[in-house]
Structure formats: C-alpha cells, structure tokens
C-alpha cells in the first residue's frame, strides 16, 4: 500500500517562484531597454530584442505563475527562460562593447 502524497505547499511555492522569476525578468528587460536607448540606431535594435525576449519570457512564466492546467512544453520551459536570460546578458555585453 503506498501513501497519497501530499504536495503541501509546493505548488503555491512554485507559483510565487514562477512570479519572481518574471518580476526579475521584466526588471532586467527594463533596465536593457534603458541603456539601449541611450545608443543610437544599433541600440534601438537592441532594445526592439530585449522587448522580444521580454515577451517571449512572460509568456513561458505565466502558466506556471498562475498555475493554470500542467504545463505543456514537455519540460522545456527552463531552456526556453535560460535562452531569453542569456539573450538579455548578450544584449548587456554588446551594449558595453558598443560603448554605451
């Protein structure tokens, strides 16, 4: 005979980590957008990126921030957020290389 397992608080762990993730990600998209501004044509460029990695982020967090339905990306979702993070950590050395 086996035990129920009783997920506690996970879940609701899990969400709030979820929502702390788009929180830092949306700060860091701001703070890029900022910088990439401040260059000219080229940082305009970068910040339409930043912007599109922002989106692409929120929306790979948000079923897991809300907990709606199993998530359904196979287990991806972490590459795919890793991805757009190291996306954003190109952008910022660009930005430094370009001199901004």
Do not use: H, N, S
Request: aromatic content about 8%.
């Amino acid at each position: 005979m086996t035990a129920a397992r009783d997920p506690g608080l996970q879940p609701e762990r899990t969400r709030l980590a979820w929502r702390r993730a788009a929180l830092a990600v949306t700060v860091v998209a701001i703070l890029t957008v900022r910088l990439a501004l401040l260059a000219d044509r080229f940082g305009a460029v970068l910040a339409v990126l930043a912007i599109l990695c922002w989106g692409v982020a929120i929306k790979l967090c948000w079923r897991r921030a809300v907990g709606t339905g199993v998530p359904r990306t196979g287990g991806r979702t972490y590459g795919a957020v890793g991805l757009c993070i190291t996306g954003f950590a190109l952008i910022g050395v660009v930005l430094v290389a370009y001199g901004v």
